[in-house]
T-cell receptor
Framework: GAVVSQHPSRVICKSGTSVKIECRSL??????MFWYRQFPKQSLMLMAT?????????EQGVEKDKFLINHASLTLSTLTVTSAHPEDSSFYIC???????????FGPGTRLTVL | AQSVSQHNHHVILSEAASLELGCNYS??????LFWYVQYPGQHLQLLLK??????LVKGIKGFEAEFIKSKFSFNLRKPSVQWSDTAEYFC??????????FGDGTTLTVKP
């Protein structure tokens, strides 16, 4: 399957700081990427759809000013958690969508811990 | 809005036992269906998918799933599980340009 990378894999930050997570599609150009959040022992919750060259589409209840998404190129989407708080601690996963097969390829995730 | 329900939250089996994980979805239109696996400490991997055609689809590692349209179901099966199948399994439905709705997941523990 296609390879999607995320960086960093793990980050610890202080409350009030901002953290940027990168998601790269290494095998194909992805016009659409998705960002998920996964709590322990729970399913993936879709946060937003990231579209290259346009604004991201956020799911209901997700604060767009807190979770800034930038899809600057066909292979890179970034998620910035602004003014992070302990409740933002979670596992963030991105995926790159390949329209030809209607399949998402997932990154390995980023573990964010806010102290 | 579509939803996905996985009936079994935690399944414990001995090696060589047969496995069936339930998945039901609610959506009236055409859907694409997926099963993903997440091994401990690893990222989600696609096990198998159904778009159209033969409702019995075969995936990797000996897994298969059957789409029953009348029951809105897409159950995952494996005739004989191995200890290495211990993982979290997620059923998902695509309805709109790749946007997926995931079930809550099923934790499978296989005892050696």
């Amino acid at each position: 399957g296609a390879v999607v990378s995320q960086h960093p894999s793990r980050v610890i930050c202080k409350s009030g700081t901002s953290v940027k997570i990168e998601c790269r599609s290494l095998d194909f150009q992805a016009t659409t990427m998705f960002w998920y959040r996964q709590f322990p022992k729970q399913s993936l919750m879709l946060m937003a759809t990231s579209n290259e060259g346009s604004k991201a589409t956020y799911e209901q209840g997700v604060e767009k000013d807190k979770f800034l998404i930038n899809h600057a190129s066909l292979t890179l989407s970034t998620l910035t958690v602004t003014s992070a708080h302990p409740e933002d601690s979670s596992f963030y996963i991105c995926s790159a969508y390949f329209r030809g097969t209607d399949t998402q390829y997932f990154g390995p995730g980023t573990r964010l811990t806010v102290l | 809005a579509q939803s996905v329900s996985q009936h079994n939250h935690h399944v414990i089996l001995s090696e060589a036992a047969s496995l069936e994980l339930g998945c039901n979805y609610s959506y009236g239109g055409t859907v694409n269906l997926f099963w993903y696996v997440q091994y401990p400490g690893q990222h989600l991997q696609l096990l198998l998918k159904y778009f159209s055609g033969d409702p019995l689809v075969k995936g990797i590692k000996g897994f298969e799933a059957e789409f029953i349209k009348s029951k809105f179901s897409f159950n995952l099966r494996k005739p004989s599980v191995q200890w290495s199948d211990t993982a979290e399994y997620f059923c998902a439905v695509n309805t709109n340009a790749g946007k997926s709705t995931f079930g809550d997941g099923t934790t499978l523990t296989v005892k050696p």
